[in-house]
């Protein structure tokens, strides 16, 4: 029944979108409230996923969604869950409430097959058992830009880069401005961002604290499971002559977070007073040259997660801690040397390391390089790439990627690529108790083509790409119950191996239409993942948590189109259909529909383009009662309104 409501509201809208004419405008500007749109071409997108260094998103055959501040803060919000699903090829679980452990998933990959770099630092948890980034821990106050590339990609980003890369900017704002919002469950979210520029640089900062009493993350609880976070973001350049310049960013994030367990005697999933803290920092450095003909980026980098639960019911200390560390030098550059030609090309080395309370400090590194060739000429547009990696423990991989744009028509071009990507083991499968020293990267191979009409930036836009991605020598936990032989020996609570397959393919399509002064926009995806591990009695089984379907219809419309500060009303619809919790397909995940409700008006206008606004939104309007991993509750109803300004 939801899919045909989801369907009949899609088609409702969609004839007063084809009936529009390009040049009418929408209003809203550098916080999100209103900026003229045209019938000339916005500012072409630029995207660092696709080579590594600024190009044109039209000037790549990579599928590449890249999302803006002003969109952003139209979604309004602490969420950053709410903002990823207006991406094709997203799909997100999580166990409670926000701040919980949110995995985000791109084409059906795993959620620790995603590669993610906040300002130039790559961010995963090397002591994490699977060695991913937890969404969870990321606000999206302080982020400026959100540069999202959906398929394998290890020619240019090395490890981890399957499912795709997502590049996440901080901001970086002249001026001051800020944001204040109270809602249910008792939720507080407030940021501040401001900085000076003049013709030596720049330097600015951004912070944002959230706190929310939250509620049970078991379905089957009733005690509330709260949480709260800290983070502050810094970014600077010094312009060192005319074609240098030096850069600098820095990250802090602290976060506190109750969660449930299994307690005793039934050992499923209730109420449990733990808690974990979480401190994150990562920073980066270095310089870059731009002499027109030749660009260059020499940079170092590191991150660290530290984590410690804490159990009540056994007392004041931790029961587990560990701590992920990561430094990186990079170097990255493009030369055009002759006309259309050009070459980029990178080296990377990196050195991780975690320690828990269990495992001693384990240690390993990578080095690898690529280069790549392309031509952008004309309405042609192709690179061709290969890399080389060496890792510490196992060996080499060699990674190939290919794509291809050309515009067939005044802004209608056709894309396709080809890439390979390949995940390190993590240092937890590698040396932990369960560890398995002789493990293999994982490794994948996907295609995808498509056609796409202008970009998201413009006031019409639509895209479709069908896409496949076969993976192989996935690792994962293998029981030794019962047997101490071969891989078992010592390793009586069981170990990982290299020893699955799967394949994903699909089909992404979005578009977006200005009506009026108002905005629509579409995200869908059809994802058919399937495992296909062979002789395994899941083979042919649907991947875990990947449902098929998944689509977002969003809008804002202002209620009086002639007037520039007009009420605004906005809406996000999200179906995502049913899927399995597990790998034998037995415990279903019904399929659910959310609707959110939003509205701002502009109070006052400060000047600068930067208005004074009060928003409101309620969510899950209907009070959906749906989860995304079982037996975790998700959030019912709520009313939340604020205030943001400008200077």
């Known amino acids: 029944m939801h899919k045909y409501l989801f369907l009949l509201s899609c088609a409702a809208i969609a004839a007063p979108v084809s009936a529009q004419e390009a040049g009418e405008a929408e209003q809203i500007g550098s916080t999100g409230t209103y900026t003229t749109w045209s019938a000339e071409p916005a500012n072409p997108q630029i995207t660092v996923t696709a080579t590594g260094t600024p190009i044109e998103v039209e000037d790549t ?44 998933r791109i084409r059906g990959a795993q959620a620790e097959q995603t590669l993610v770099v906040i300002d130039g630092a790559r961010v995963a948890d090397p002591a994490a058992p699977s060695g991913g980034f937890d969404f969870g821990t990321l606000l999206p106050g302080t982020i400026a830009e959100i540069d999202l590339l959906r398929g394998s990609n290890s020619t240019i980003w090395g490890s981890e880069a399957i499912g795709g890369v997502m590049a996440i900017t901080t901001r970086a704002e ?34 944002g604290y959230t706190t929310t009493d939250g509620f049970s993350a078991a379905e089957a609880g009733t005690e509330a499971d709260g949480f709260e976070q800290f983070a502050l973001s810094a970014r600077g350049t010094a312009n060192l002559s005319t074609t240098i310049q030096a850069f600098a960013s820095a990250r802090y994030a ?84 002759i006309g259309p030609l050009l070459v980029a090309f990178g ?22 390089a690529y280069a790549q ?19 510490e423990r196992f060996g080499g991989a060699t990674s190939f990627g290919a794509d291809i744009s050309y515009e067939v028509a005044t802004d209608i071009r056709l894309r396709a690529s080809v890439g390979e990507g390949f995940k390190a083991p993590t240092l937890f499968q590698l040396f932990s108790d369960f560890g398995n020293e002789t493990l293999r990267p994982e490794k994948s191979t996907g295609i995808d083509f498509g056609i796409a009409w202008k970009d998201r930036s413009q006031p019409f836009h639509a895209g479709i790409t069908a896409f496949r991605r076969d993976s192989e020598d996935l690792i994962d936990f293998v029981s030794c119950f019962e047997t101490n032989v071969g ?47 062979e002789g395994s009695v899941t083979q042919g089984n649907r991947l875990a948590r990947r449902p098929r379907h998944a689509a977002t219809l969003s809008g804002d419309l202002p209620l009086f189109p002639a007037q520039n500060f007009a009420p605004k009303l906005g809406f ?31 109070l006052q206008d400060l000047g600068g383009n930067r208005p004074l606004v009060l928003f409101g939104r309620v969510e899950n309007v209907t009070g959906e009662d749906y989860q995304t991993a079982a037996g975790y509750a998700q959030a019912g109803s709520g009313v939340f309104g604020g205030i943001r300004f400008g200077f």
């Open 61 to 104: 055959g990579q599928a590449v969604t890249i999302i803006s501040r002003e969109e952003i803060e139209a979604v309004q919000g602490a969420d950053i869950v709410r903002v990823l699903r207006r991406a094709p090829g997203v799909t997100i679980s999580r166990n409670g409430g926000p701040g919980s452990v949110t995995s985000v």
């Open 174 to 207: 002249t001026g001051l401005s800020g944001s204040a919002e109270y809602g249910a469950r008792d939720s507080f979210t407030g940021t501040l961002a401001g900085g000076v520029e003049g013709e030596a640089g720049f330097i600015g900062l951004a912070g």
């Open 254 to 337: 602290e976060s506190d977070l109750d969660f449930d367990g299994f307690p005793a005697p039934t050992f499923t999933l209730n109420d449990t007073p733990e808690f974990q803290e979480t401190r994150q920092y990562s920073a980066s450095v270095g310089l870059s040259q731009d002499t027109g003909p030749l660009y260059v980026q020499a940079r170092y980098s590191f991150a660290d997660t530290e984590r410690s639960n804490f159990n009540p019911d056994f007392g004041t200390d931790p029961g587990f801690t560990s701590d992920g560390h990561s430094d990186r030098l990079d170097l990255r550059g493009e030369y055009r040397p």
């Open 347 to 368: 080296g990377e080395a990196e050195w991780t390391s975690l320690e828990t309370n269990f495992t001693a400090r384990q240690e390993t590194s990578i080095i690898g």
């Open 373 to 391: 060739a392309g031509i952008e000429f004309g309405a042609l547009s192709g690179h061709l790439g290969v890399r080389h990696d060496d890792h």
């Open 487 to 533: 891989i078992c020996a010592d390793r009586p609570f069981g170990t990982y191996d290299n020893v699955e397959k799967a394949r994903s393919q699909g089909i992404e399509v979005e578009a977006g239409a200005a009506v009026g002064p108002g905005r629509l926009r579409i995200a869908y995806a059809f994802i058919d993942s399937e495992d296909r591990t």
């Open 572 to 602: 996000d619809l999200r179906y995502v259909s049913d899927s399995f919790d597990d790998a034998f397909n037995t415990v279903p995940l019904d399929d659910y529909l959310l609707l959110d409700l939003r509205a701002e008006v502009v």
